[in-house]
């Protein structure tokens, strides 16, 4: 189901402060820096990229996939490719490394955002994007549900469900992670199936809530606090992880071959694909580029 903040009976007020900041609601329909990697927008990237590669992806190889494409395009595995460059070209490269190492060296940042729900955006331009600290968290779940209003709140449940949770754990642990999508429509779409980030704000705040009171109270709590809020950022290649280059790599190249031969199916940038990826570290307000509110989000928890 689709979720309508302006028409939501629960939905609360926002404090003021930085409207000045709020930006276009469409990615197609903002500005771009040159020196900025906008993975959605492949109009910015698809000529610049052929140029980045053009020593290694030459004329002849990309005549030799439109001759014979391989069985299989893939973005997690480019050894199709290799093997292409290999008969073609005399030269043994790992492209998934050299698409990366040069993505990182073609552009300053990378373009993604970040959904959540509040009703204050100064904590976030003051002190930028957080990752997940848990104890603070759960000190809000006290505050939101151990209140006095529900009568089956209680500190009791609520460690119950820390413990249950495990976001402390040092290994699989829900903490220090910031995550971001690199294609919003992935937090707005039903194919992306992750509006819940904005609907109802975090999924640690989340499942706290709907263990210590219920899932419909946790819901209508949830919704009571400000707007659904879609941050987007520039991030600095250093502070991306190397692994998260070579999975965007991948998906760029297949996309790009996909393109030479008419009818060939890619799965790249297709509705549903995916385009997550974390940070360890926090993000300094001045990556924030700005923020809207989505007025219409798909609610994969509706029916939950």
Known sequence: MMYRWPSCEWAGPMLPGYEDREIEASFDERAVQSDVFCFPLVASWRDRIWRMLGDVITEDVRAEFARCPPEYVVSDDLGWLDRIVADVTGRSVDMRELVATRLSQEFRAFRAAHGTRTNDLAPFYRNGLRRLRPEEWEDRA??????????????????????????????????????????????????????????????????????????????????????????????????????????????????????LVEGLDCHALSPGAGSALSLSKDLPAEHIVGHYHPASVYDPLYAS
């Open 142 to 259: 006290r505050g939101l549900f151990l209140n006095g209003r529900f009568k089956y709140a209680t500190e009791e449940r609520l460690q119950a469900a820390i413990a249950e949770l495990g976001a402390h754990e040092l290994a699989g642990g829900r903490g220090g992670k910031l995550y971001f999508c690199a294609d919003e429509r992935s937090l707005t779409t039903r194919s992306g199936s992750s509006g819940h980030y904005l609907v109802y704000g975090s999924e640690y705040l989340y499942c706290l809530g709907m263990r210590v009171t219920s899932t419909s109270e946790t819901k209508r709590v949830l919704k009571a606090i400000g707007r659904p809020t879609m941050f987007v950022c520039d991030i600095p290649m250093p502070l991306l992880q190397f692994h998260t280059l070579r999975e965007f790599g991948g998906m760029v190249i297949e996309y790009l071959f996909c393109e």
